[in-house]
């Protein structure tokens, strides 16, 4: 989950009668975008339930408290959004919106929720990320299971696939630095490095099995959460890495001790000074510059879906439902509640505005 979810401001001339224009002090307070989900809250994706078009996206007001579900259908004539929406990711005034079992992306005006464009003729697709400052994009895509998988390339001004990047299986979250689009390969235990000039991948880094999930942190080195191998006789434990980003190598490894407890949801703080994740039913923080992992729960609690608010370090957690509202937890960054609220139907994610 982006971390990359920036609005570009805009500026809305207002006519006054007679034809004549007035601009004032006051006036140019009043300059930004226009639209229900400008103020600050929460999208909270609702992926809905396998095989039945009924994902959408549900919206927090952090100030008035209120939630609204299913935004997309609300603001776009009651049209369904998709079949399990696996991700979304804002970029510059408009949002992707990833529907997994609908081989699609649905993109809407950020302020607005309207839609704006589909991307189509996409296999599985999983995560979207974009180059700052320009009309290219990336998803991941499993294509089908059990095969190789890869990463469209897309062209954000038509919102059509230019080309695709055969990668190893399953390749789930993305992550842009630097001209480089790093891959974690979920079906196996690589991460692949992409140039993002040329497309084409320049290496590939080993890391533990069943990578999934990316953040950057403050002194530009990249994390990598693996869940490891599972429901296997021969099961492995997962593990987070760090990798220097200078020499494309992994520069230390934290092992979990239990082989067989997942983990997943890997977050970080505003300050890129603090890691989350879900580990064996509870979620955990850890600092950038701990020598070892922190063994002590933060949470207790297992939760389907995880983000860190970068504003106030709040955090949220899903416990996902799938005949009705999803239950969202917020703590504050001590791991105190504060409050819960109902989404959609099987949350998993969050993006904060």
């Not at 600050?40 to 008035?64: L, R």
């Not at 791991?335 to 989404?343: D, S």
Request: charge should be neutral; aromatic fraction near 12%.
């Amino acid at each position: 989950m982006s971390n990359f979810n920036t609005f570009r401001s805009f500026f809305v001339a207002a006519s006054l009668a007679l034809g004549t224009f007035a601009f004032t002090s006051c006036d140019k307070e009043d300059d930004g975008p226009i639209g229900a989900y400008t103020e600050e809250g929460v999208f909270v994706v609702d992926e809905g339930v396998y095989s039945t078009p009924n994902g959408n996206i549900s919206f927090y007001n952090k100030n008035t408290k209120q939630v609204q579900t299913a935004v997309f259908s609300k603001e776009n004539n009651n049209r369904p959004l998709g079949d399990v929406i696996q991700n979304m990711v804002i970029h510059g005034d408009q949002a992707f919106l990833v529907a997994n079992n609908s081989n699609k992306i649905e993109v809407v005006n950020a302020y607005t929720f309207k839609s704006v464009g589909v991307v189509e003729g996409l296999a599985m697709p999983r995560y979207f990320t974009a180059v700052p400052n320009s009309n290219k994009g990336y998803v991941s895509e499993w294509v089908a299971f059990g095969t190789a998988g890869r990463v469209a390339v897309i062209d954000l001004k038509t919102l059509t696939v230019t080309k695709t990047i055969s990668l190893a299986a399953m390749p789930e979250q993305l992550l842009y630095t630097n001209g480089k689009l790093y891959v974690a390969n979920s079906g196996s235990n690589t991460l692949s490095v992409i140039n993002t000039t040329t497309d084409v991948v320049e290496k590939t880094i080993p890391v533990a099995e069943a990578p999934s999930s990316l953040v950057l942190d403050k002194n530009n080195s990249l994390w990598v959460l693996s869940n490891g191998v599972k429901y296997t006789a021969h099961n492995t434990p997962g593990a987070l890495s760090k990798i220097n980003l200078t020499s494309n190598t992994v520069a230390s490894t934290f092992t979990f001790q239990d082989k067989e407890a997942s983990s997943g949801n890997l977050a970080i703080n505003g300050a890129k000074n603090k890691l989350y994740y879900n580990y064996g039913g509870k979620v955990y923080q850890q600092d950038i510059t701990a020598g070892t992992l922190n063994t002590t729960a933060l949470i207790n609690r297992n939760f389907y879906g995880l983000g860190v608010d970068p504003e106030t370090g709040f955090i949220y957690g899903s416990v996902a439902s799938y005949t009705s509202g999803s239950t969202i937890y917020v703590y504050k960054p001590d791991g105190t509640q504060i409050t819960t609220f109902t989404a959609g139907i099987g949350s998993n994610g969050f993006v904060f505005n």
